[in-house]
């Protein structure tokens, strides 16, 4: 809980910059800039999804997995092995992205260098990041990325007070200063005798990456590729909108991103343990939470989109509110499998998310190809996010023998009545206030049970079928104790 804590702290700041980044950029520029500077954002973090993500993933497991296993030269080896193949691939993605997004949005040769920069130092930022908390450097973790945001900041502010373009080079300085303070901050803990990983070790660290960069790319990189499809499915006015609403939607992420941080290396530490009872109890209870207490949230969220984008960017945003509440409604199944996800990768099962993720893209892009516009775009992302996630999520129910029926049924039932709502109620902020009033009251009282269960600390074998019986303790689907 505190790990979970203190990261959820850093990510509230890392969330709350790009909010603000975007509610300066965009009340300082008209539709379409905005727009291209979403692209740009876009663009540089699939870049850094190619191979630092991959690298990212690989850090955060076999480093503690390691630890788990008592090694510590074999976990510094794989640091160094990872800290320096992440150094060439983030210049050599950073270069290619630039000239990229110069070819494709026929840029100027200083926008380009923004772009290069943002993607070199967002690319080490993420490796970086994971690093530390392979090494249980959480407190670092968090006062780096505070101090990382009040840099980005301070300085989009000067730049939109100045009438300066260079819009994403603040986002660029407040990353390089996490990644010269994190590698200032694990100089102690890395220094030392050093094991380099061994053929066999390479050969499944290799596999693994691949397998993270291919299922990392095809579902994180499909949210920030909805703003590249808008360029070419819908209107030039239109891509405004899936800015903002990417931009919107990441506070959702805090508590999903905050347990999947802190998660996936406390799981790959449990099983290089042998602990896979650590691992049920802990996907098990985290998924429990995030349907209870998320749903209500994206319940309200959904009601009053229109609001939401009219404080963001001003009235012209408000036309994006079919978009915006597409997206959540995909965001919310997104987050409540990312316990799962965590569950299956941390071990031997790292296939199933990836499969699941290239499946949900390649649907995505057909729905997209189908309908065109920009709610074609909003309902590709949420048909291929519900493929993303549901192949990880039943895959953990069943593998783990997990009682989340009643759970799911009821935070399903509070986000589709709220989606259903929000289409058929008329435009408005008064009646749209006091529904989502009653939304939230209502969800609430609708998952008391979940949220009791949750204070009590239940998160073995709760009362949490579908019609409310108990569970019998030790059962499973599968006739195994534990459900494995």
Not at 33 to 45: K, N
Not at 284 to 302: E, F, G, I, Q
Request: proline fraction near 5%.
């Amino acid at each position: 809980m505190r790990r979970t804590l203190l990261t959820m702290a850093g990510l509230v700041a890392l969330g709350l910059t790009r909010l603000l980044h975007g509610v300066l950029v965009s009340r300082a520029t008209d539709h379409e800039t905005y727009g291209l500077v979403g692209s740009l954002i876009a663009v540089t973090t699939i870049g850094s999804l190619l191979l630092p993500a991959g690298l990212a993933s690989a850090a955060a497991k076999f480093i503690p997995y390691q630890h788990g296993r008592g090694d510590g030269p074999a976990a510094r080896g794989v640091f160094r092995l990872v800290l320096r193949v992440g150094w060439v691939g983030a210049i050599g993605l950073g270069v290619g992205a630039g000239w990229g997004a110069q070819v494709a949005f026929d840029l100027r040769v200083l926008d380009a260098i923004q772009v290069a920069a943002l993607c070199t130092a967002f690319s080490m930022y993420s490796i970086l990041k994971s690093v530390l908390y392979g090494f249980d450097l959480v407190s670092g973790y968090t006062k780096l990325e505070l101090a990382c945001s009040a840099l980005s900041l301070s300085a989009t502010a000067l730049v939109v007070a100045l009438g300066w373009s260079v819009y994403l080079l603040p986002l660029a300085a407040g990353y390089a200063l996490f990644t010269f303070g994190a590698w200032w901050r694990l100089r102690p803990v890395t220094r030392g005798a050093a094991s380099a990983p061994g053929g066999a070790l390479r050969r499944e660290m290799a596999a693994f990456i691949v397998l993270a960069c291919v299922g990392t790319l095809c579902s994180q990189g499909f949210l920030q590729g909805t703003q590249l499809l808008a360029n070419r499915f819908a209107a030039p006015r239109e891509v405004a909108y899936f800015a903002a609403a990417v931009t919107l939607i990441a506070p959702v992420y805090f508590v999903p991103r905050a347990l999947g941080i802190v998660l996936f290396p406390a799981m790959a530490r449990a099983h290089g343990a042998g602990d896979v009872g650590g691992v049920r109890r802990q996907a098990d209870l985290s998924t429990r939470a995030l349907l209870a207490v998320l749903a209500p949230m994206v319940a309200v969220a959904l009601l009053l989109a229109p609001e939401v984008l009219t404080v963001f960017g001003g009235s012209g945003y408000a036309g994006g509110a079919p978009v915006l509440r597409l997206m959540l409604a995909a965001t919310y199944l997104a987050v409540v499998s990312v316990p799962a996800v965590n569950a299956l990768s941390s071990g031997a099962h790292v296939r199933v998310p990836v499969a699941s993720a290239v499946v949900g893209t390649l649907t995505g892009f057909a729905v997209v190809a189908l309908l065109g516009g920009a709610t074609g775009v909003g309902l590709g992302y949420l048909c291929g996010t519900a493929v993303t996630a549901g192949g990880p999520f039943v895959t953990a129910w069943r593998f783990h023998g997990m009682f989340w029926s009643g759970p799911v049924l009821r935070g399903a039932g509070v986000v589709g009545g709220a989606l259903l709502a929000s289409w058929w109620l008329p435009r408005e902020p008064a009646l749209d206030a006091a529904v989502a009033g009653v939304v939230f009251v209502a969800g609430v009282l609708v998952l008391c049970r979940d949220l009791v269960t949750l204070r009590r600390g239940r998160g073995g074998r709760p009362d949490d079928s579908a019609t409310g019986q108990p569970a019998v303790a030790g059962s499973s689907p599968t006739g195994r104790a534990g459900g494995v």
